[in-house]
């Protein structure tokens, strides 16, 4: 029995794939002084034991390979109010760090102020998955942040959405 290849528009898989909600993340490292980030919706858990995360970036990513040099990277889980950082991290070709206020976590790597919690990992594998690498990392180190009163930024069907305007009584 073979198996007929079907061939799959990419503007409809995007469509398709639209149609799953998503966290925001913003992904950063620090190497030579320079810190370096970029926004990630593709951000997923992996094992309980050992804590493990992964991520998937595009091959072609100008942030990513400087983050592999560095070994290592933090997770920054956006909240709703800061779609302005998820714009920024975005964008290539610009200095995205600029203006943006940041702190060190313990493995050395920028931390967001104003997100919900951050990740602190070590990169223990990457693999090619067509034009994209899924990045894994071991955490090492997080923060819950105090945040009863807000909302994470989530993607669904090519824009930002909040759980407030969705929510039932």
Same mark, same amino acid.
């Given at each position: 029995?073979?198996?007929?290849?079907? $061939?799959?528009e #990419?503007?409809?898989?995007? *469509? !398709?794939?639209?149609?799953? !909600?998503?966290?925001?993340t913003?992904?950063?490292?620090?190497?030579?002084?320079?810190?370096?980030?970029?926004?990630?919706?593709?951000?997923?858990?992996?094992?309980? +034991? #050992?804590?493990?995360?992964?991520?998937?970036?595009?091959?072609?990513s !100008?942030?990513y390979?400087?983050?592999?040099?560095?070994?290592?990277?933090?997770v920054?889980?956006? $909240?709703? *109010?800061?779609?302005?950082? +998820?714009?920024?991290f975005?964008?290539?070709?610009?200095?995205?760090?600029?203006g943006?206020?940041?702190?060190e +976590?313990?493995?050395?790597?920028?931390?967001i102020p104003?997100s919900?919690?951050?990740?602190?990992?070590?990169?223990?594998?990457?693999?090619?998955?067509?034009?994209?690498?899924?990045?894994?990392? *071991?955490?090492k180190?997080?923060?819950?942040?105090?945040?009863a009163?807000?909302?994470?930024?989530?993607?669904?069907?090519?824009?930002?959405c909040?759980?407030?305007?969705?929510?039932? !009584?």
């Amino acid at each position: 029995m073979s198996l007929t290849r079907f $061939s799959i528009e #990419p503007l409809h898989f995007r *469509e !398709a794939l639209g149609h799953y !909600a998503s966290g925001i993340t913003v992904i950063t490292s620090h190497i030579d002084g320079e810190p370096v980030g970029f926004t990630c919706q593709s951000f997923h858990s992996v094992s309980m +034991s #050992p804590p493990l995360v992964s991520f998937s970036v595009m091959s072609g990513s !100008a942030s990513y390979p400087k983050i592999r040099q560095a070994g290592r990277f933090a997770v920054n889980i956006l $909240s709703d *109010e800061q779609v302005g950082i +998820s714009n920024r991290f975005a964008r290539r070709g610009t200095d995205k760090w600029l203006g943006i206020e940041w702190q060190e +976590s313990p493995l050395g790597n920028p931390i967001i102020p104003g997100s919900l919690h951050w990740l602190d990992c070590d990169i223990v594998a990457e693999h090619t998955a067509g034009d994209h690498l899924i990045v894994i990392g *071991e955490v090492k180190a997080l923060n819950l942040q105090a945040t009863a009163a807000t909302q994470p930024l989530l993607y669904y069907k090519g824009q930002y959405c909040n759980l407030a305007a969705h929510s039932t !009584a």
